[in-house]
């Protein structure tokens, strides 16, 4: 087969993708195959979606969704976009807390590696989910339930459970964001004052390309219309954008989210990228590593010292903030924290060779790799210093996948 992930960099190892649109058929599939996997909207940079058997794509299975008003849920099938979930919740007068920068991502597929958008005090995606119901490679259909003890362990699942084939969310009225973008903003201005400038809105980023070494290009600012107004920062004042910006140099701002302060629908200026444009480039790979919020500041400072060796690899590099939650392998797991994301060129091999020196100067802070985007291999006993769950999630993964169905190269990797 001839499969590759969105970007290109990982070539799937499997031999079909089959598309079930029943339970059943689904079923049938899993039960029947030694090997087989998950596949989403394919926008991991790792081999984490990878198999050497069956992938199976739940984008057309038969779930409607069905909004829960009384307890603010919705039940959602696991292969459905975010970006087609938030228009079905929005005619119906509901929205989610928050999404990624690109609604282009399934469901099942971005809480799986714990995707998240900014905001101190916003959790990740997959905090959001009270429910999902797991078929498993017995071809069981295990309904795992909010205060169920399995929970916290399954959300963020790697793809290593079984295939998660609907998914129950919090949800909340609608409610309106007006996104504003600031530029050349002073470097020392945002390291002293971080805080302050995260906090001023309900998601905040940070894009700083490290060419200019005394300010961050651009500051992504998303604020609530239904919240109290927040104080601009000092160092933001006078320095809103004139005309609309994609965070990338030189890239046409037409693929992005209305800006300008112009308020609007939740759903169309929480994500950074329109549902019918190609999101961020397209030609790229990207790595991301979560520290706990206090050392978000000196944990830029050390990327900036490695600005020299990043620079030819480097188109973006976007600072967000993520609250904490309480699920196992959630990378924002058990601490408040700030991501730093890197959109690196298409240039695999000098990628690699700079991840370690990058992931050493980030070392002191005990950065944890989005399961989604690239990073350095380490050994295996690293990942249990990382996630005090982690023998819990493998037992776990040896209950719900006794023979291994799932495994692939990317769990062996993790000794998992
Ligand atoms: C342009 C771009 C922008 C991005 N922006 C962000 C961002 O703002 N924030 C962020 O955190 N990440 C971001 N990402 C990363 C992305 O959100 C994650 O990689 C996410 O996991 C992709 O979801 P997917 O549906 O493509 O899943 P895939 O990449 O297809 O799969 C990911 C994992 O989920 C599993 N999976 C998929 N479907 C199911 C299912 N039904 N049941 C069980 N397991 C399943 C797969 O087996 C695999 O293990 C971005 C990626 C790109 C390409």
Same mark, same amino acid.
């Given at each position: 087969?001839?499969?590759? !992930? ?53 984008? &057309?299975?038969? #779930? ?14 696991? &292969? ?11 005619? !119906? ?5 928050? %999404? ?18 900014? &905001? ?30 399995? %929970?916290?362990?399954? #959300? ?20 309106? #964001? ?17 805080? +302050? ?17 005394? =300010? ?83 944990? *830029? ?7 020299? *060796? ?18 196992? *392998? ?10 730093? =994301? ?42 249990? +210093? *990382? ?8 037992? %776990? ?20």
């Amino acid at each position: 087969m001839n499969e590759v !992930n969105w970007a290109g960099n990982v070539r799937y190892g499997s031999t079909r993708i089959a598309r079930p649109t029943t339970i059943d058929e689904a079923r049938a599939l899993v039960a029947g195959a030694d090997a087989v996997k998950a596949l989403g909207s394919r926008h991991s940079f790792t081999g984490i979606a990878d198999t050497g058997g069956i992938h199976i794509s739940l984008a &057309g299975l038969d #779930v409607p969704i069905r909004i829960d008003a009384a307890r603010q849920r919705v039940r959602v099938g696991g &292969g459905v976009r975010y970006g087609e979930l938030a228009q079905h919740l929005e005619r !119906n007068g509901w929205a989610l807390a928050t %999404l990624a920068s690109l609604p282009h991502i399934s469901v099942a597929g971005a809480i799986s590696t714990g995707t998240h958008g900014s &905001g101190v005090g916003v959790p990740s995606l997959a905090a959001a989910v009270t429910g999902l119901d797991l078929l498993t490679s017995t071809g069981d259909l295990v309904a795992i339930g909010e205060g169920d003890a399995d %929970l916290r362990g399954a #959300v963020v699942g790697l793809g290593a459970l079984g295939l998660v084939t609907t998914v129950e969310l919090a949800i909340e009225p609608s409610y309106e #964001v007006a996104q504003t973008v600031y530029e050349q903003v002073p470097f020392d201005a945002v390291t002293t004052g971080f805080d +302050e400038i995260m906090r001023s809105a309900h998601s905040v980023s940070l894009f700083t390309t490290l060419r200019d070494d005394d =300010h961050v290009d651009q500051v992504w600012r998303k604020a609530r219309t239904d919240a109290a107004v927040r104080p601009l920062p000092a160092s933001l004042i006078d320095r809103e954008a004139t005309r609309p910006r994609h965070p990338l140099p030189g890239v046409s701002a037409a693929s992005c989210t209305v800006q300008g302060g112009e308020p609007g629908r939740w759903l169309d200026r929480i994500p950074h990228f329109r549902l019918e444009f190609t999101p961020s480039n397209g030609d790229e790979l990207q790595s991301e590593y979560l520290v706990a919020h206090e050392h978000g500041p000196d944990a *830029l400072a050390a990327v900036r010292d490695l600005a020299e *060796l990043l620079r030819p690899v480097l188109q973006v590099c976007e600072v967000r903030t993520i609250a904490s939650d309480d699920l196992w *392998l959630s990378p924002a797991s058990g601490r408040d924290s700030v991501a730093l =994301h890197f959109t690196w060129t298409a240039d695999g091999e000098g990628v690699a060779r700079v991840l370690p020196d990058l992931e050493a100067a980030l070392a002191p802070f005990a950065p944890r790799p989005h399961w989604g985007k690239v990073f350095a291999p380490r050994p295996v006993e690293a990942w249990a +210093e *990382l996630y005090p769950q982690w023998q819990g999630f493998r037992e %776990l993964r040896d209950r719900l996948d006794a023979r291994g169905a799932f495994r692939n190269d990317f769990l062996r990797g993790l000794g998992l």
